[in-house]
């Protein structure tokens, strides 16, 4: 697509229910990264695929969070048993990644509201 | 997480007039971008800077890559309403690959 595209836009779910978020990067873009933003707040470094290689989980902040990424294209962002802490919006980024660094272009985002 | 420090963290500003903002780090960038977002929408990509002293226009926006590769600025002049938003730098490195981001400077133009 000519962008990366989130959805849901907006999801708001019960405290201790499962979350999907999905992201499409944009077409030829390898890396893929989530961020997480709280209200108000800076983006705070979720997770990174690149290609084949194993993803860089380092910024998740527990192990009720997952993501995969399939066929090294769509990523799913998967919360289990969300908390009210959970509570953000949460970013998708791809790039084309070289090796001095390169552009990274976000979608629009997904607001999760945990009640 | 790590965040850069970005400053100033918000500014009213009249419009017509020009904005400067900041970020530094402690670790070295191979790249430095600078974002605006908007409510309810995604950063967008405004600049991108390589090399360490490069300096890049696009339109009324200038920014600079420091010369220690630890800091970068961001310059908007004659600013309009529509400048209105939060402005964040990100600084990149290929050790790690992660984009690291600023805490962000609010603006707020007076029309």
């Known amino acids: 697509g000519a962008g990366v595209s989130q959805s849901p836009s907006n999801k708001v779910t019960e405290k201790g229910k499962d979350v999907e978020l999905r992201c499409d990067p944009i077409?030829?873009?390898?890396?893929l990264y989530w961020y997480r933003q709280s209200l108000g707040q800076g983006l705070e470094f979720l997770i990174y695929?690149?290609?084949?290689?194993?993803?860089?989980k380092s910024g998740l902040p527990s192990d009720r969070f997952s993501a995969e990424r399939t066929g090294g294209s769509v990523s799913t962002l998967t919360i289990q048993r969300t908390q009210q802490e959970d509570s953000a919006v949460y970013l998708c980024?791809?790039?084309?990644?070289?090796?001095?660094?390169?552009?990274?272009?976000f979608g629009q985002g997904t607001r999760l509201t945990v009640v | 997480g790590q965040q850069l420090n970005q400053s100033p963290q918000s500014m009213f500003i009249q419009e017509g007039e020009d904005v400067s903002m900041n970020c530094t780090s402690s670790?070295?960038?191979?790249?430095w971008l600078w974002y605006k977002q908007d409510p309810g929408e995604g950063p967008v990509l405004l600049i991108a800077l390589y090399k360490a002293g490069e300096l890049t226009s696009n339109g009324r926006l200038t920014a600079q890559f420091g010369i220690t590769r630890k800091d970068s600025f961001l310059n908007i002049s004659a600013s309009i309403p529509s400048d209105v938003g939060i402005y964040f730098c990100?600084?990149?490195?290929?050790?790690?690959?992660?984009?690291?981001f600023g805490t962000g400077t609010r603006l707020k133009v007076l029309a």
């Open positions: 077409s030829g873009h390898t890396a």
């Open positions: 695929f690149q290609g084949n290689s194993a993803p860089d």
């Open positions: 980024a791809s790039s084309k990644r070289t090796g001095t660094g390169t552009e990274a272009f």
């Open positions: 670790s070295i960038f191979n790249t």
């Open positions: 990100a600084g990149f490195t290929s050790g790690t690959y992660k984009y690291i």
